[in-house]
């Protein structure tokens, strides 16, 4: 195939590099040519290295480059081009205008794709004369190893341009996604889900910024928390697809923004690229502050509480603390300087500790939800004694398995626990991207854990935790809080009535109408 990108910037050298190495005769070009021609030195010098490196001889780096053809003219005449790519910046003006000059130049066969990450697939299209011959395939930096995109039909587009990008796609290595011409696409809009709660615990002194993000690493198992990912992407950017997101979808609660970003924007707090966001960077920054130690009595005797429907939580810490050496009492209630610890699933300490009339000072949460790590947390309410807190912080330190001790992070108590509220919104928005279906459960999955780097894909993820097990989150999180962002959604809902999976799509009604076609 003859592909023309347009645009000769980060992302456009590096669709060439892979459409190029794939196999396919690659047109670069730009308005500025001195982009084209750095942009070819760039690959050129990627494709050196992965010949050193043993991942391409150096015959296939040839062939490769000798299929990389630059162009002087982004607008010259193609009669022999199957697809263009644009890849120029990020504005609708500017992308429309493109796209008109190319539809004059270039065959009406040729197909049209736009590597927009923010703007309507449908917009772009509408200035064209022939809106349905241009789609969405939207890459993501950098592209010869993010190996997922999502590939947009807009509302005009022909229906067999999506599988045929889709062939394309996958043909070169990468997966395909296909996703609703919708505000975020797929992958921006899954992730908010994460950083738009991390936000919230943040704006309610839950934890601070390094705590909720260790908590992020070593529980939920992901490799960057909230606050790091931020302070990568730029906070600039991660507030403005979040409010365009937020606003796309009219305000929806399960996606509202943080008061706590447009002051950080504008006082230039962006994160690495200013060395100044979440946290501090460059050769002058302090080095990360180390965790507390550990200074309570490990031995002061504990009573894990577990009354229904708590009592199923209360048996794993019950026993991983037994087997610690822990002192852990069975009675029917604790003595008088035990130490409590209440399991919550979407409720508060505090909450337990007024139903069932438990001693203030030393009553204290934890988290049942399994830990991907080794980390464990505690949760102190505002009537905690603090020497009650630092004999428990080393009561959950003490470890059966190693001479090394957990790590335990303090935080404030809240609805469910930190890695409670960051999964279940998580969780939640994928649900509402399937129940609006802008995309399949599947696609959602492969995207997140492609494009996000998650460990497993969000619906996937409440399904190891069980559907009956999610929607009693989240009906406690919206019940414990009345915050409507925790507002159970249907999808999880109903699967959970129905015994389904959440990844599992049902039965649509299309399916009821006619018997299914039977080979003969």
């Known amino acids: 195939m003859r592909i023309r990108i347009v645009g000769a910037g980060a992302m456009g050298r590096g669709i060439a590099q892979w459409a190029a190495t794939a196999g396919h005769t690659v047109e670069l070009c730009d308005v500025r040519t001195e982009a084209v021609t750095a942009a070819l030195d760039f690959v050129r010098s ?32 193609g009669p022999d081009v199957e697809l263009v790519i644009e890849a120029v910046r990020e504005d609708l003006d500017t992308k429309t205008e493109v796209f008109g000059r190319l539809e004059r130049a270039l065959p009406a066969t040729a197909l049209f794709a736009t590597n927009t990450s923010s703007l309507s697939v449908t917009r772009i299209a509408a200035a064209l004369k022939d809106p349905s011959r241009l789609a969405g395939l939207h890459f993501f930096n950098p592209v010869p190893l993010m190996r997922i995109v999502e590939v947009v039909p807009g509302a005009a587009t022909r229906p067999e341009i999506v599988p045929a990008l889709t062939a394309l796609v996958e043909s070169c290595g990468h997966r395909a996604v296909t996703v609703a011409d919708t505000p975020g696409f797929l992958v921006n809009h899954a992730g908010r ?68 970003t447009p002051n950080r924007v504008t006082a230039g707090l962006h994160g690495r690229k200013t060395g100044h966001g979440w946290f501090v960077y460059g050769p002058d920054a302090p080095a990360p502050a180390p965790e507390p130690p550990v200074t309570g009595n490990a031995d002061r005797p504990v009573f894990v509480h577990g009354t229904a429907p708590r009592g199923r939580d209360a048996a794993a810490p019950r026993e991983a603390l037994a087997a610690a050496g822990a002192v852990v009492e069975t009675g029917p209630g604790p003595s008088a300087d035990a130490l ?30 399994p830990a991907a790590g080794r980390r464990r947390v505690l949760a102190v309410t505002p009537a905690t004694d603090p020497a009650a807190a630092r004999d428990a912080r080393a009561v959950l330190a003490r470890a059966a398995d190693s001479d090394e001790p957990h790590p335990v992070t303090v935080v404030r108590d809240t609805a469910g626990s930190v890695a409670q509220r960051l999964l ?27 494009g996000l780097g998650y460990p497993v894909g969000p619906l996937a993820w409440g399904d190891r935790v069980g559907a009956e097990r999610m929607l009693e989150l989240h009906r406690a999180l919206h019940g414990t809080t009345g915050d409507p962002r925790h507002r159970p959604s249907r999808w999880v809902t109903e699967r959970a009535q129905l015994g389904l999976a959440l990844t599992d799509p049902g039965t649509p009604p299309a399916d009821c109408l006619t018997e299914p076609a039977t080979s003969s």
């Open 193 to 260: 889900g994460l950083v738009t709660e991390a936000l919230a615990l943040l704006e309610e002194t839950v934890a601070t910024p390094a705590d909720i993000d260790r908590i992020a690493r070593d529980v939920l198992g992901l490799r960057m928390g909230p606050f790091e990912l931020m302070d990568l992407t730029g906070l600039d950017v991660t507030a403005a697809v979040i409010d365009s997101i937020w606003q796309g979808f009219r305000y929806a609660d399960r996606l509202r923004p943080s008061y706590l």
């Open 424 to 450: 279940a919104s998580i969780v939640s928005v994928a649900a509402s991207i399937a129940e609006r279906s802008l995309a399949t459960p599947a696609d959602i999955d492969l995207a997140v854990t492609a």
């Open 46 to 77: 990627m494709l050196e290295r992965a010949v050193q490196k043993g991942r391409m001889t150096a015959e296939d780096r040839a062939a490769a480059l000798e299929r990389l053809v630059p162009l002087d003219d982004p607008w010259a005449a």
């Open 340 to 369: 409590v610890l209440v399991p919550v699933w979407g409720t508060t300490v505090a909450s337990a500790i007024s139903e069932h009339r438990l001693p203030a000072g030393r009553t204290l949460g934890v988290d049942p939800l």
